[in-house]
Each structure stands twice: as C-alpha cells, then as structure tokens.
C-alpha cells in the first residue's frame, strides 16, 4: 500500500510542475476606528471560503486568474464587496472597512449553534464544496469519513441504506444533530437516522463537526460529538442543476436542484428532487429512496424569514441482523455449533455455504423497513439596531412508518390470542407476518438573542428552546397462518411515549486582549418522560421519568503571532437514558441511571499561507487537540442488540475516554494537497465486571478489571491525496485506517472485530462550455485495493452446562472493490 501511495504522490507531483493557479490574497477586515472584524464568513464569487482569524486577518491560499468578487459578511455589519484579480504573485489588499448595519444574513440563523477560534473547542467546518467533492449518493456519513476520529459501517455494506456513524468511539446516539438549529435526533432513542433523508447533502450549504461537548446545543446532549447542519442559504443568480450516479450493485442517484436566484431584491426559491436505489451488497439489502427540498424567502435589510421543508421516505430491505461468523470464516465445525444451539436452522446453514460473507438471514419477500419522515422550518432573522439581533424558528417533524417480518412458530400468547383446537388437536403456535409501527409528531421552537458591539471584542447569545415529541409504538397482524380470534389488521400492543424537553443557555466570547480571549457557556436543560401501555407479550412499559441538568463550559484562546493560537475548554454534558435502556430492562426495573461527562479539551494550532518553501499559492494547516472525557455512569453497549436491532447498553461507574488528535494539511500551487488526521487514543472502563449467563440463564459475573470500552478502536486516521495535473482535473486518493475495534466490553480478541484499511480513488473532471456553466464527470472507486473487512458487529455469550463458554458473533461484511461513476450539469 505505501509503495502505491507514494507513487501516486510522485506523479501527482510532478503534474504539479506546470501550475496554472494564480497566487495568494490576504488582508485584514477592521471597522472604522480599526477595530478588528473576526469571524466573518469570506466568499468568493458567492461561495464560501473561509472566515476571519480573530485580529480580523484573513488569507486565501489561491484566486484564479480572471476578475472575481471577494464579499465579507459579518454579525451586526453592511456586507462589503471587494473587486480582485488573480495574479501570479502574491496580493496584499489595503485595509478593509466595514460598517456597522441591522442588515441580517442567513449566517445569523445558524450562529447560536457554532464553534469558531474563541470558542477553544475541537471542530471542523466543511463547505458545500467539500461535501459535494465526495457525494456520489452515499449516505451523508460516508461523506465525513475523512475527519478525525470517524467510523463509519453499512448495514447493505456499500453505504446506501442504513449507515451508522462514530465519533471518538461514540454512535450517533451521543452526536447530537442539528439542522438549522433544530434537533434532529430522535427523542426517544437519541439516533439521527439520516436514511429518513436520503441525498441530504446535496442541499446542505455548511456543516460544522464538533468533538466532545462542544458548544450548547438545543435537543439531546452531545457525548462524543455534534454535527450542525445548515441547509441556508441565499444565492442571488438563477440556477438549474441535475447530478446522476450509476454503479456498482445496481446503484443509481438522481436529482433535480433549482433556485431563482433573487427576485425583486426580496425574494428566493430553491428545490430539489432526488432519488437513490441500490440493491446492496449484501444480498436483498435492497434500498428505495426517494426525498424533496423547498424552500422559500423574503430577505430585507433588517429581516429574513424563510420557511423550508424537505421529506425523505424509504424503502429498505432489513440487514440489521447481519452475518455469523462462521460465513465470514468459512469453518464448518463453529456453522454446525450455530446450528445446535438453534442460531440458524439446517436450511440457513446450507444457505451460509452457498452465500458466504453475502448471506442475508431474511428471505421473506417484504421484509422491509418502511418510513417517511416531514420536516416543516419557518425561522426568522430580525436585526435590531446594530448591535443585537434574533434568531428564532417554529419547526413540525411528521414521522410514520413500520417494518415488517415474517415469524416463524409464534406463540399465539405472545400475540394476545387464544390457542387454536381443531377436534382434539391444540395448536399453540403459528407462522404469522406482523407490522411493527411508530406514528409521531415532534415539535417545538427555538429562539437565540444575538449581541455584538461594533468593536467586534464581545460576542454573546443568549437562547433556547421547547420541544415535544409525541410518539406511538404499536403491533399489528396482517397474515397468520392459524388466525385464531384475530382479525386483519389485528393490533396487539400499544404504547404511547410524551417527552417534553426544555432549555436555556447563555453564551459569550470576550477578547480581553488583542491576543486573549476568554468563552464562558451555561446551559439548563429539563426532561419529562412518560410511556404508558404495553410491548409485545404484553410486557408493562410504563415509565415516568424527570431530569434537570446544568451544564456549565469554559475556555480560553491565546494569540502566540502570525498564525499560532493555542486553546483550552473544559464543559460538562449530562443525558439522559433512551427508551430501550427503560423497555429492554426486566418488567418494573427503571434504574438506567443519567449519564455524566467532563471533557477537557486542549490543543494548539497553526496556519500560515505566505511560506515561501511551498510557492506562491502554498498553504500549511496544522491541530494538535488532546482531549480527556470523564463519564460517571456511562451507557456502554453490551454487544448485543433487541428485536428491532438496536444496541442493547448497560451503566458503568466510571470510565473515560482520552487521546489526542493530529490533523495536517499542506498544499502547493493548488496543484497538489495533502490532508491527514490520526487519532491516539485510550477508552476504558474502570472495575467492569463482565456478565455471561449460564445454562440457566442466570447472570455470572466475572471479577472486577479494567477493560476496553466497546467500538472504541485506539487508532484511527484518514489521509487524502489530492493533484490537479490539468485544470478542471482533480484525482485524489483517500486512505483509511481503523484499528481492533471490541463486540463487547471484556476486551475479549475473539469477540472483537479485525483492525482494517481501506484506499479509495475519485477523479472530478469539470469543463465550462459556453452554452452552460458547467459539466462535471466523477469517478469514485471504493476499497481500491479489494480488501475484506466488516465495520461493525454484535456478540453474546453464555456458559453451557459444562461450564463452557459459547460465544456467537454475527458481522457487518463492508463491499469489496466497487465504483460509483457521475455525470453533473449545471445551468
């Protein structure tokens, strides 16, 4: 692999010999009495390219050859526009001034929620262009693959369908997930299921990825991570788009975008249509996606409302039991165990042999997963006066769907219903299909008070919001073999689940000296949680819970010169327990306790683009981030899942996560770049006592040590090679790694999934003919080098009645070498 890696490198760089890009634009953003500007979003002919450091400086590795607009947008100020040409040499432009206004932007939506260089927290920003140099229809996960500490896995293997996303060892039950400022995450389990909407990122305008706690957040708590999602954004021409992918597995994307541009100096429109399928990797993981995105504006000088919806509905195929191992290893003897212990039956195990590390368990026609999921925004910009302004938003998210499947030999009391006699006959069980459905509505609102005095020193928010979710669980029966007393349709549990959840936060930035700047954040958050009714075997759910926490952060920023800044934070997030961590417990047991995290955050950057060593249009980025996150009563997974696949998670005392984050980045001429992150890390669970069941299923408990916490790999780094040896023509080359990664928590290497790479090819190629803006063609070759890997798993394990411990595993087998191929035309 290195032998490749580094031949690509060389003949990218001598491609890089001829450059035609034009040199560098720095300069500094300051008001009137030369007060420094920090923080304002910088574009570039309408998109954006970065932001101002905190001395108001500024600078631009490269401006191509030909005439351009520099624009500079900014918290409680005119937006200025500044005329520039591309030059082989270096520019330095003369002081920029920029006047104090009530005028907002579509920037002052999203504020409330982001990280920047005084907020002394780990995060990274990606623009709309960075997201759609990956986005060939993956799921948006697989778009972020590349930044520190990400995991990402496939149910179907190929990233369409379910993915599922870590970060510092954290699912995305701990990433809290926001778009534009409302809460994504699903109230009950904390999971962001993006699969509700398919091709997402093709209307996302920025994304900001924050590690560890963060900054507050409205909806659940993070505890690894947050990704802020902004899909506003004002563009002022006309536009049509329309991007269509074919490849491997019978994959196919295609969309629509569209936008007037602004009409009458007031108005705008924008939309999008798109649609995925893919059969999967995996056999019948197949996938049917289909969403829309409109929006549309009125924007004056003192306000900007704009209401949004976008829906996603799916179709997909259940691969969330995965595949036995002994499909992934081929051994005979460990397939026939399965079998005797009733894991697969002898017509599963002879399909194991034919299907291999491809098997799907299910092979009833339409056992599928089916939801839609309506999301209606009305947010509201209001300037008020210079210094202040306010954000707010009234959000609807309507979600309907069920999954459904085929049981085999079901006890008709399991279902409510009497046994079957047919003369003297008694049939307790039958075959049956049912539907599991969820039916909800969530809602609320969310309000931020923005200040920023004309000197640009203090920054401050103060905000919150109410939200209530509103959500039916219930079973029905369509088909049964034996029907007894039941009926079409026949519905056999029911439950209701309400949370209200409220918050307020206040928040503030001060430079108190040109080279020091101090954050302080609080947060209030209240919880009220109540199920009512039963589960499945009319199991008594009902639940009554009450949380309050407060959560206080910290930090501070210090200026060392030119490009060096060094940062500390510290911040406490606290949550909740998710539904399962209440319904999975045995009847009446309601101790799944709130979890508690401490994270001290601390790093060192440095970013320079006027060093000579790397030419005219060079740039160095470099981020050193050490992070320490101490949890008291963490839920870690046990590495085994309930009926709908969800992991099920356990309560441990205390525990911890710490490391440190490198990321890197070198460009020169912006004819060759390379990017790198690697993250070290350590994730331990103190005095964890392992629990295996014997033939009895009673609990064993194993003595007390110190172990690794689960999904939780030491390493993980990503690396991107990218060259442009003609222009229009990018090639690049990502390469991942991710080491052992445990099932569960008793550090166990047979229970555990392999350390893996993985190397992938894009190519982007883009002409602009006279007769549209431009063509763009794409490749994208994934696991490049074919290499055999699962990403994710679960295990269980139980002593059998010779003391014996029988572990099985079932994996998530990722796809071996395929492609994605793009065709994109914009008018």
């Known amino acids: 692999m290195k032998t490749v890696f580094f031949a690509a490198a060389a003949l990218l760089g001598l491609a890089a010999a001829p450059a035609w890009a034009q040199g560098p634009v720095s300069g500094r953003l300051a008001t009137a009495n030369d007060q420094a500007v920090p923080g304002a979003t910088i574009r570039l002919d309408g998109q954006p390219v970065g932001a101002t450091a905190a001395d108001g ?76 140099k990956q986005n060939f229809g993956q799921d948006l996960p697989y778009l972020l693959n590349q930044t520190p500490s990400v995991v990402v896995n496939s149910d179907a293997g190929a990233g369409v369908g379910y993915t599922d996303i870590r970060i510092r060892g954290t699912s995305n039950t701990g990433i809290n997930t926001t778009i534009n400022g409302v809460p994504l995450n699903d109230p009950e389990s904390h999971g962001a299921f993006l699969i509700n909407l398919p091709d997402l990122a093709s209307s996302v305008n920025s994304l900001q990825i924050q590690r560890g706690v ?124 399965y079998v005797d212990n009733g894991e697969l039956s002898p017509a599963d195990a002879a399909r194991v042999l034919t299907e291999g590390r491809r098997y799907s368990y299910y092979t009833y026609d339409n056992q599928t997963d089916n939801y839609q999921q309506n999301h209606y925004q009305l947010h509201l910009s209001q300037g008020l006066g210079q210094r202040w302004s306010l954000g707010a938003a009234l959000h609807l998210t309507r979600g309907f769907g069920y999954y459904e499947s085929f049981r085999a030999g079901r006890k008709f009391s399991n279902y409510g219903l009497p046994n079957v006699v047919i003369g003297t006959q008694t049939i307790t069980r039958t075959d049956l299909v049912d539907r599991k459905w969820l039916n909800n509505n969530f809602y609320g609102g969310t309000l931020a008070l923005n200040y920023q005095p004309t000197n640009g020193k203090l920054q401050a928010t103060v905000g919150g919001a109410w939200n209530r ?44 000296l040109p080279v020091l700047g101090i954050y302080g ?69 309601q101790t799944a306790k709130a979890e508690r995290l401490e994270d001290f955050e601390g790093g060192y950057r440095f970013n320079r683009t006027d060093l000579g060593f790397l030419g005219a249009n060079g740039a160095l980025r470099f981020e050193a981030n050490g992070f320490y996150m101490n949890y008291q009563n963490q839920m870690v997974a046990t590495g085994q899942l309930n009926d709908v696949g969800t992991a099920l998670r356990t309560n441990v005392a205390r525990s911890y996560r710490r490391g440190v984050e490198l990321s890197g980045f070198i460009s020169a001429n912006d004819k060759i770049s390379l990017s790198t992150t690697v993250t070290l890390s350590q994730n331990r669970i103190l005095d964890y006592q392992d629990v295996t069941y014997d033939a009895n ?41 991710v ?67 029988q572990t099985f595993n079932w994996f998530y087998p990722q796809a071996t070498c395929n492609y994605l191929a793009s065709v994109g035309l914009k008018f």
């Open 521 to 589: 954040d609080v947060q209030v958050r209240h919880i009220n949680y109540a199920i009512n009714g039963v589960e499945q075997g009319n199991q008594d759910v009902t639940t009554r819970a009450s949380y309050t926490f407060f959560n206080p952060k910290a930090g501070a920023t210090l200026t060392l010169g030119h490009g060096h800044q060094l940062y500390g934070s510290f911040a406490v997030g606290q949550r909740e327990p998710v539904r399962s961590d209440f319904t999975d417990r045995p009847v009446g047991d």
């Open 57 to 132: 400086t500024f600078a631009l590795p490269a401006v191509p050859a030909g005439a351009h607009e520099l624009s500079f947008t900014a918290l409680g100020f005119s937006p200025i526009i500044y005329a520039v040409t591309g030059q082989p040499a270096a520019q330095q432009l003369p002081p920029l001034a920029i006047e104090a206004s009530s005028s907002v932007t579509p920037e002052v939506l999203v504020t409330a929620s982001r990280a920047n260089d005084r907020t002394a927290t780990a995060y990274t920003n990606l623009s709309k262009q960075d997201l759609a």
């Open 469 to 512: 979710f509103d959500n039916d669980h219930y079973g029905e029966i369509i088909w049964a073999r034996y029907a007894s007393t039941s009926f079409l349709n026949q519905r056999y549990y029911f439950n209701n689940a309400v949370k209200t959840d409220y918050n307020a936060y206040a928040r503030a930035t001060w430079q108190v």
């Open 697 to 737: 299923y009673e609990p064993v408990l194993a003595a007390a040590r110190t172990s690794t916490i689960s999904y939780s790999p030491g390493v993980v780094s990503a690396h991107t090679l990218e060259g442009q040896p003609v222009k229009g023509l990018r090639l690049a080359l990502l390469l991942k790694t």
């Open 739 to 805: 080491s052992r990664q445990y099932l569960d928590n008793s550090e166990n290497k047979n229970r555990s999934l392999d350390p893996y790479n993985t190397l992938d090819f894009r190519l982007r190629y883009a002409i602009h003919p006279s007769f549209m803006k431009e063509i763009e063609l794409g490749l994208l070759v994934n696991n490049l080098l074919n290499r055999e890997y699962s990403a994710n798993g679960y295990t269980y394990s139980y002593l059998d009645g010779n003391g014996t411990s």
């Open 214 to 337: 963060g900054t507050s957040q409205n909806g659940g708590a993070a505890f690894g991570a947050s990704l802020n999602i902004s899909t506003l954004d004002n563009r002022r021409e006309a536009y049509a788009e329309t991007q269509n992918t074919y490849g491997s597995y019978q994959t196919w994307k295609n969309n629509v975008s569209f936008g007037t541009g602004l009409i009458n100096g007031h108005f705008t429109v924008d939309g999008r249509l798109s649609r995925i399928t893919s059969d999967g990797y995996m056999n019948r993981a197949t996938s049917d996606l289909k969403s829309y995105y409109f929006a549309a504006g009125y924007q004056a000088k003192n306000t900007l409302l704009k209401f949004i919806t976008f829906s996603g509905r799916e179709k997909t195929y259940q691969a969330w039991n995965g595949v036995p191992e002994p499909a992934i290893t081929g051994n005979r003897a460990l397939l026939q165990t």
